[in-house]
C-alpha cells in the first residue's frame, strides 16, 4: 500500500510541477505545447432486486499530452482509482515520419472500440455497453500501432493495425505469440463514420478472435451509434455475441441556473452465448437523463440512469455477484477538466 501511495504522490507532484512550469515558463516552446486532462466519475447505485446499495469513485484520470516538435508526440495518463484501484493506462510516444503516417509505441489502447464505448468523459451512460465490458480482457496493451489516414472525395479514411504482448496493462512479458489488430476507419466522429475491425488475441489467460462494425452519426449536440461485436474462443469454441443502439440529444437550458443543458439518452444492448443454439442471453435497455454544468453537450455533468434487465439465460459473465443483472437507479457526477 505504501508503495502505491508513494507512487500516486510523486504522479501528482510531476504533473503539478508540469503545470506549474507550463503556466509560467513563456520560453520554452515544449512546455508550451504541454496539455493537461482530467475526469471524475463518482456515482450511487441502486439495485432494485437486491435492494442493495453503494457509493463508488468509478474514474479518476489525469493526463498529460504534447508535441516534442512537428515529429514526436507523446501520452502519459493515470488511474487515480479505477473502482479503488490505482493504474498507469497511457505511456506512448507517437512519431510522424511521414504525412499522415503515425507510429506508436508503448502502452496504449487497443483499436478495438471508439473512444464514446470506453473514454469515461465520452460515455453516454454511466455504466458501459456489454460489448465495451466484457470482451476483451482490458482495453490496453504494450505494442506498437501505425495508423495512416488521407481523404476521398474530402471523406476521411483511415487504416490502421497493431501488434501487442497480449498481456494487458503494465505486463512486459516474452511471448512468441504477439497479439494483433486491424481496422478500417471512413468518416469523422463530426458527421457521418463507420468502422470495421478485427483483432486477434492469443493471451496468457485467454484465445480469442474477434470482429466488430460500427455506425455512427454525430454533430454538437446530437449522437447516435450503433455497433457488433463477435468473439470467437478459439480453445473452447465458445461464441459471444454483442450489439448496442444509442443515442442522445442535448437541449439547451436558457437562465437554467447551476444548468445550461439537458440531454435525454436511450441505450439497448444485448449479449448471448452462442446465440443461434441458445438465442439472446439478456436485453438490457438504459434511460439517462444528464444536466450538463458547461455549455458544451456531453461534458461535465449530473446523470440519472435506469437500466431494465431482460434475462433469459444466466450467463457467466454477471455472476460474480447478484447486483450485476440486477434492475438498477444510477446517479452519476461527472467533472471532465
Known sequence: MSVKRSGVKALLLTLLIVSFGTAYSQENSFLRKMKFDGSLKTKYEYALETGMSRFSVRNSRLGLSGDMNSYVSYRVQIELSNEGKFEVLDLSATLKP???????MGQTSIPIYNSSQITPAQMMFA???FLAKYFVPGTRDLGVLAAYNFSVSGVPVEFDAGAFNASKS???VW?????WSARAIIGSMDGFRASAKIYRYPGIDADFFLWGADLRYGKERFKIEAEVLDREDQSTGDNLFSSCLQGGYSFPIKNGGMFKDITPALRWDLMGHKIAVNGIGVNRLTFGLSFGFTSKPFSSLLRIDFEKYFKKNILPEFTRYEEMDSDKITVELQIIF
Open 127 to 129: 455504466n458501459r455497453t
Open 98 to 104: 511521414m504525412k499522415n503516417l503515425t507510429v506508436t
Open 170 to 172: 503494465n505486463n512486459p
Open 175 to 179: 511471448t512468441d505469440n504477439l497479439s
